[in-house]
């Protein structure tokens, strides 16, 4: 009897973009940065004062699958500031329709 590997099957892109579109404050957050750069604590504030390990959490995985940039600048104090990529950008025309298909159906 003839031993047979299991192929480990690579999951679709579309499953891999939805796996991190599909969440409830990452949504939220590239909506805010779409309105423009945010400084770490006006992010916080425009999304209702998010518990800052969740905010952080979303912020480095958007930042990790380049669809935000972190920037920091050093005055004083260092300032961390977040806005959209060319990849973030891409991102909204799917909020939109999302945002299409629940006003249409609700």
């Not at 309105?35 to 992010?43: I, N, P, Q, S, V």
């Amino acid at each position: 009897m003839q031993n047979r590997k299991r192929q480990k099957t690579e999951e679709p892109l579309c499953v891999v973009s939805l796996k991190l579109l599909a969440d409830f404050w990452t949504l939220r957050i590239i909506v805010v940065l779409a309105k423009g750069e945010k400084r770490y604590c006006e992010l916080q504030r425009a999304l209702d004062n998010l518990n800052p390990v969740t905010l952080s959490n979303r912020l480095q995985k958007l930042e990790d699958a380049e669809l935000v940039l972190r920037r920091e600048e050093v005055g004083d104090k260092i300032a961390v500031s977040y806005q959209l990529t060319k990849r973030g950008l891409d991102a909204l025309p799917i909020i939109d329709a999302l945002n299409a298909f629940a006003k249409k159906h609700k």
